[in-house]
């Protein structure tokens, strides 16, 4: 039986963990809403924990998945009531599932992206890219959203138009990292073969071959993000603030990956203090975020 002394100590973990993590993204940041910050970092700790299973030590590919599936038995559990576990992302996980009512097919979607990083590396077309998005990203916004409560229609989908942008933004900007560290290529292949490329640009970085593609890339995220641009604009107080931040904190990264010359297109941007600050000024008022 989970005492009032276990739960505290279950969030304190999580909290520990998601503030030991950077992110261009926050998860668990001051702007956010006090009531809301230990939730959010019990499902930060739930999704960082899953996705270093996929991919991070030594463990073989049967591990992982193990792992994995593991935690989608507590997931089960948790949905019916019968998690007696002691591992304290769960602990809190399922205090946070119950109070908040929160979908559990959401978690489980985020567990099949992470399974699928374990056993696919390469994708054939954008909507291959674009469904593991669905499963590996948009979960995440959508959860935050529940916990403020019930969402409409019409935020879900803005916040998956943010929750993709900002993952295809994470992707173009560690292309060489994700190849080197983890042999995964998230460029869909038909798009290399089509514009007459194929891996050993990525390989050799070949930076002027591939920009061209890549800034195409670039334009079509930025279309896509602006189809969840006011997302933020009609969220009250400091959830509203925080997804304005998040938002423009992508749009920021975005735009120096596309202002890059051909050369460096492959460099992965970082976002300085000073830009973070003007982030943080910008995302105060709600006139930076209008759809272009």
């Not at 009531?35 to 970092?41: D, E, F, G, S």
């Not at 641009?229 to 990264?253: Q, S």
Request: hydrophobic share 40%.
């Amino acid at each position: 039986m989970t005492t009032n002394k276990n739960l505290a100590a279950a969030y304190d973990f999580c909290l520990k963990l998601a503030k030991s993590h950077y992110e261009n993204f926050p998860v668990a940041s001051v702007l956010l809403p006090k009531r809301l910050r230990k939730p959010i970092a019990v499902i930060y700790a739930f999704a960082r924990t899953a996705d270093d299973y996929a991919d991070e030590g030594q463990l073989t590919k049967a591990e992982r998945i193990t792992k994995l599936q593991n935690y989608r038995s507590h997931l089960t559990e948790i949905s019916d009531g019968s998690y007696t576990g002691d591992d304290p992302i769960f602990i809190a996980l399922d205090d946070v599932i119950t109070h908040f009512q929160l979908p559990i097919y959401l978690f489980d979607d985020l567990l099949s992206a992470f399974m699928q990083d374990v056993v696919k590396n390469r994708y054939q077309t954008m909507e291959e890219v674009l469904h593991y998005c669905q499963r590996s990203a948009n979960p995440v916004g959508r959860l935050l959203l529940h916990l403020n409560g019930e969402p409409t229609q019409q935020q879900l989908v803005e916040s998956d138009a943010i929750c993709t942008s900002l993952q295809l933004i994470n992707f173009y900007q560690d292309i060489l990292q994700d190849k080197q560290e983890n042999n995964r290529i998230y460029i869909p292949q038909h798009m290399l073969t089509e514009a007459g490329l194929n891996e050993d640009d990525i390989t050799l970085a070949n930076s002027r071959k591939l920009a061209p593609l890549l800034r195409h890339l670039f334009q079509q995220t930025m279309a896509l993000m602006n189809e969840g641009l006011e997302l933020g604009n009609g969220i009250k107080g400091r959830l509203g603030w925080e997804i304005r931040a998040m938002t423009l904190g992508g749009l920021e990264t975005l735009n120096k990956l596309s202002a890059q010359d051909d050369e460096n297109i492959l460099s992965r941007p970082r976002l300085t203090r000073r830009t973070q600050l003007k982030i943080l000024l910008f995302s105060l008022s709600k006139t930076h975020l209008k759809r272009r």
